[in-house]
């Protein structure tokens, strides 16, 4: 079965960092770009980063450019989001997503919560 599941979700306050991560099981992430997306409370789903295949190419979004890294792991299949300098706008489920096989592909989600 073709699966990403994150973790690294929780609860911290303004300031501090989190490290999330999506694992892949059933495929090798190694062939694919992989983007991390949130969703806020009744807001749209909003695309945050992304990486290419072979890690040199990244993107961010302007709201996180500077305080969020994404970088991949192959060896773990694995893709993280270090996440520093959290504001309460950070707020949401962290979704990460691939396109596989003509297939867009999504792990359940992890609840990051930034408040004091």
């Known amino acids: 079965q073709l699966q990403l599941v994150e973790s690294g979700g929780g609860l911290v306050q303004p300031g501090g960092s989190l490290r999330l991560s999506c694992a892949a099981s059933g495929f090798t992430l190694d062939y694919y770009a992989i983007g991390w997306f949130r969703q806020a409370p009744g807001k749209e789903r909003e695309g945050v980063s992304c990486?290419?295949?072979?890690?040199?190419?990244?993107n961010y979004a302007d709201s996180v450019k500077g305080r969020f890294t994404i970088s991949r792991d192959d060896a773990k299949n694995t893709v993280y989001l270090q996440m520093n300098s959290l504001k309460p706008e950070d707020t949401a489920v962290y979704y990460c997503?691939?396109?596989?096989?003509?297939?867009?592909?999504w792990g359940q989600g992890t609840q990051v919560t930034v408040s004091s």
């Open positions: 990486i290419s295949r072979s890690g040199i190419s990244t």
């Open positions: 997503n691939v396109f596989l096989g003509g297939v867009s592909i």
